[in-house]
């Protein structure tokens, strides 16, 4: 089975200048702790599975 990106679009902000992201002003210009970016990429990485399944179920309906 082939799997076809056609578009992919990250945003991100890289130093003190820009918009403040939402949820973060009490931490901005600090990166997570170790534990903390696990724990984020962990997250992440079940909403992409998640998406990529929605996406797969939805293909296979038509």
Same mark, same amino acid.
């Given at each position: 089975m082939t799997i076809e990106v056609r578009q992919m679009l990250i945003r991100s902000v890289?130093?003190?200048e820009g918009p403040d992201p939402v949820g973060m002003s009490a931490a901005r210009g600090h990166a997570p702790a170790g534990?903390?970016? $696990?724990?984020?990429?962990?997250?992440?990485? =079940? $909403?992409c599975k998640?998406?990529?399944? $929605?996406?797969?179920? =939805?293909?296979?309906e038509r």
């Amino acid at each position: 089975m082939t799997i076809e990106v056609r578009q992919m679009l990250i945003r991100s902000v890289v130093g003190n200048e820009g918009p403040d992201p939402v949820g973060m002003s009490a931490a901005r210009g600090h990166a997570p702790a170790g534990a903390e970016l $696990e724990r984020l990429r962990a997250q992440l990485l =079940a $909403e992409c599975k998640a998406w990529l399944a $929605e996406q797969l179920r =939805a293909r296979e309906e038509r």
